[in-house]
């Protein structure tokens, strides 16, 4: 761990991420606790309790507000220096946290202004919205515990630890420090609290800053309450620059101005500031509107704020009007924003604390203007908030290429243009109604007080931005008088903080940039109450929450050479940093359709919140409880796909989408904080589940609406956390695809993705992903997934499944056909049994010889008598089309046949399968063919089916209309195979009923097997055995199914086990190398060897039996340690038994298995490898003695 302590003292951050956290927590449990008591209160208690949940939330909200910018603006950078992308999802989550709060405020006061049963209502969304926050709230500390806390103790010093802890009381406004200071230390032992004090007191440099940080973090100061109220009875150490408003002065004249009305001489402390300062108050009038009065700062103020509006409005349509957009034209874009929009939230908040309490003092008739003002900035702030996330949509479709970039620069441009509109009408009546009022009835000192009072309602780290803009805009007499009016207004405590402020001021007279950068809030730093730890080189990039990604600074080779195809991605260039990304080219890659997932997880999070409040409202009205009502039904329901769909989704993104990622060098730690979000949420699915569970076993009406607000109260939490997971994922993660990866990449990571996924799952996922997307997205998506899974039978699969089947050629309930003398298996074979008896020894004999010419072998003398059709001939003729032509062929190309020969050989091939058949049949005819009620009996009356499989049907043939116990035993005795997707009647075996295939027979209601196939028309009840259906093979495979113990590779075309697929070596669309067989599409098992080529298993038993080398590398097939230790053995008595000239001559032989090149003795058949010790070789050449 970082640590330059001494002694036993504590690490300075464990003031922020340990007290702070807690005390966060501590007041989000009183705020969870008193919003619950309002469903109980009276209504003559209600309001009451809501204005003082109001004051709580505020005081909750300003120090949470505290806590985001110190972690946006020192931390999060602080630490992004040293470990990279730690934080890149926080600060996404800062900004619907605040949403959240604002959201807050606006119930509390439809709340206020309700009645009666809409109150309850209101007060209902009230304690959903709540259990929003604390979820949200919550989550996020436990997260920055986890992830990084750890990370700031290790990477830093103690030192580095106290500037940070120095820049959170330089982020706290002024006139919050007394009440967040207080709130704060409450619970935090003494000798912590000194031991801040000496190390924040050796690291600041700044003797003006030091004073006020010392006296801010001074033990032992709380001595008396502060004038501003803090909940819980919290008391407050007095802030001096901050004096309350005093009430009844227009009833009397002004304190400070009695000297001039005649009056006694003024006893105020501003009067004894000093003689310069008394000499210019008494130089204005009381009254003289003409003279400089100091309200025109907030004026200037005003002028400032709409200059920047003109200056981001103006940056904002340069941007949608340009061909491309640049990463650091989004970036300045977004600071402009950050600055602009906290100009504007402390000066809001300041009129809304100063100015107009004064103006309803002073004129009760201007109490609904007043409140039309505070209304006015909470809608500037929502705007302000929506530009943001505007912003950020626009970001981040940029970064990956999105096709909607254009519509939101639209977007973004209009609500710049309203906002500046809003925000710019609101000024102009203040500075027409409002100040002109307050400068008539007050005066100077008042208005000076009033000024300074909005002045501190900032933090220093802000003022010390914001001072040298504002003064920069100034002339030198209004700059001049701004100065004097603060010496003037604060009081004489309060040297040191006058005197930073004016240091700033100064510095933007004197260092102020051209007119035209004026309002670029990048020319004004923190220089004073700035971070030293975080490295000033030029290429280290912005923190988290300012950083506008450019790309990976090392391009893999393979993802190089798939630049061109991307299009204008970070691949794009040769250094991995696009200059631009093209506005109109735009593209959509195919990982998108992955998070667009998002669409329908966000649909579907509103309907079961919205089921839930239907279900609770629903038990409010009714009379009594009835377990397993519709409601409950469909609410359920929902949450079970819901959860269903979420595991998957968060499964496939730990697995496969993170670790990808991670796998990227530039990108190492960039998922952690989405990992840790999978597992909480986790938790709200559980807690949901034993929610629903407690509703079910409720046996009465009131347990039953408990448990219904509960889950109501739940459902909103979860809702509003995976909203901010989510757009979190899609505003940081989804670019990097675009920006990190090649096409060719993420269309592998799509294949993996679904390869894992389930026949059931996909086909209940892809209409329900589908309901949310345009028609374009709809085909995009489609597109990407048969790109995807281009070489498997996906397109097949969707053939059967998603569109709709031809109805079957005869309906449930139809009985079978009587099978006529024709039809008979036995009748067919007894009508002509002459013929076929009269050429079964003519076509046996061509059999044998083509089965003997194929082995390799000549007739022998005598073997004509045995020429009966015998069963293991079926390993040499494999019945499929493509066996036979490649027999032809290779006939065809024999020069050591004459061309009657091969003619011959050819007809009987083309020929053999009819041969084949006849036999059979002739066979089956004299041992009396097996009738359909005979072949079911396979097992017992209660085990059904057949050699194959266990069930209770058999399939009726589409191709010759047999019946047939499956598949397998069709092929047997068939002279064609059956095409098990074409299969579209069944006969029960209990019934003899034929019907269309199913389940479960129309007739008698007996289930047909445990497991079923519609596609496959596979039916099995074996115990003990499981079976899944592969959408990308299209075929039945045992096992537990794809993502529980198999997955599909997709440029294999095959299954397999799980723990296999990240080993494996990928060969493409293989064949077996002993049988010629497509592997992978047929339903004999397969294994795969040690160097990644794959056999038959079959064939591997038969061809181990002969060679331990790979037919297609040659490497070892296995474990041979013993094999060659039995041939060291040889090996030691050979050599002495050679021949003199053999002893001493060597051989250079290469490895088969190592690849190395070597010496060994010798030797007529053994070659030892001297570096694997393998004697798995082949002779090069051969050398002469040493």
Known sequence: MGCDGKGNSHPPIKVFYYHYHNSIRSELDVLSKSVMDLESSTSDLVLDRLAKLKVRVAFLERVYSIHSSV???????????????????????????ERLFEQLSQLINAAMSAQGKQRRGVIRQLVCKVQEIQTTLLKHLAKEEEQLFPLLLQHFTYSEQAQLVAQLLCCIPLTSVAPVMSWLTSAMPRSEQEDLLLQVQEVVPDNLLLQLLVAWLSPGLVTQASSLSLPGGVVAVEVKSVRPWKEGYEDAPPECCRELLGLDPCGCPLAKTGAKSASAHLDIGVKDSSARAPLQHIAHVHAAIRSALDAFAAEAAALSSCDALTPDALSVLAERLRFLRAVCTYHSASEDDVVFPAVRQLSSSDEDQCMECQAEHENEGLLLEDIGRLLGDVRASARRGAQEVAGLLADLCSAVDATRRAITCHMDREEADVLPLLQERLCASQQRDMVWRTLCAMPLRLLERVLPWLAGKLTEEEARAMLQDWE?????????????????????????????????????????????????????????????????????????????????????????????????????????????????????????????RAFAAELEDAQDW?????????????????????????????????PALEGKEALSNVSHAYTLDHQQEAELFRGLDEALAAIRASTTLAEASQHAARLQRLTAATRASLEQHVRAEEQELWPLFAEYFSEAEQDHLVGVIIGRTGAEVL??????????????????????LRSATRNTGFERWLDATLRPRDSASSAPGESPKAPTDSDSPKAAAGSDEGSQQGSAHGSDAALAEVAQYLAGSKPKQG?????????????????????????????????????????????????????????RRMQGAHAGAASIGDRRCLHDAHNLGCAHYKRRCQVVAPCCGNVYPCKKCHDAEEDHVLEVQKVEQMVCMACSLRQPSAGSCSGCGATMARYYCNICHLWDDQPGRSIYHCPFCNLCRVGEGLGVDACHCMDCNTCMHLSEFSTHKCRGLSS????????????????????????????????????????????????????????????????????????????????????????????????KCSSCRSYNTRVLRSVGSH
């Open 763 to 784: 086909q209940a996922m892809l209409p329900w992903v589908t309901e949310s997307f345009t028609e374009g997205e709809q085909r995009a998506m489609m597109d990407s």
């Open 626 to 658: 009835v377990p397993g009502q519709p409601s409950l039904q469909q609410l359920e329901g929902r949450f079970r796909c819901l959860a269903g769909m979420y595991k998957a989704h968060s499964q496939a993104e730990d697995e496969i989408i993170f």
């Open 863 to 919: 073997q004509g008598a045995d020429l009966v059709f015998r069963p293991g001939w079926e390993d040499i003729f494999r019945m499929n089309q493509k066996t036979l032509e490649e027999a032809v062929r290779r006939i065809g190309s024999d020069e050591g046949l004459d061309a009657q020969r091969k003619a011959y050989l050819m007809q009987n091939i083309m020929a053999s399968r009819y041969i084949v058949a006849q036999q």
């Open 1072 to 1167: 077996c190398p002993v049988c010629t067989e497509p592997l992978f599409e047929s339903s004999q098992p397969y294994r795969e060897l040690p160097c990644g080529h794959f056999m038959h298993s079959h064939c591997f038993g038969q061809y181990t039996r002969y060679n331990y080398t790979c037919p297609i590398c040659a490497k070892s097939m296995g474990d041979m340690s013993v094999y060659f230790g039995m041939l060291d053995s040889i090996m030691a008595k050979d050599v002495c038994d050679l021949p003199p000239a053999y002893a001493s001559r060597r051989q250079v032989i290469l490895c088969n298995d190592c690849g190395r090149q070597g010496e060994a003795p010798f030797h007529f058949v053994y070659h």
């Open 71 to 97: 972690e946006d603006e020192v931390v999060y950078p602080a630490l992004d220096s040293k470990v990279r992308n730690v934080t890149v999802a926080y600060s996404v989550e800062h900004e619907d946290e």
């Open 488 to 612: 003037l207004a604060a009081p004489a405590d309060d040297g040191a903080l006058v005197g930073l402020l004016s240091r700033w001021a100064t510095r933007g007279r004197q260092e102020s940039p051209e007119p035209q950068d004026q309002d670029n809030p990048q020319h004004y730093c923190n220089s004073t109450c700035g971070v030293h730890i975080i490295p000033e080189a030029e290429d280290a990039e912005p923190p988290p929450s300012k950083r506008i990604r450019r790309g990976p600074h090392h391009v893999d080779r393979e993802a190089a050479q798939d630049a061109e195809r991307v299009g204008s991605g970070a691949l794009a260039t040769t250094s991995g940093q696009p200059a631009s990304t093209p506005k109109r080219q735009s593209r959509t890659n195919p990982i998108d359709h992955i998070f667009q997932f998002h669409k329908a997880l966000r649909r579907d999070l509103h309907a079961l919140e919205n089921d839930a």
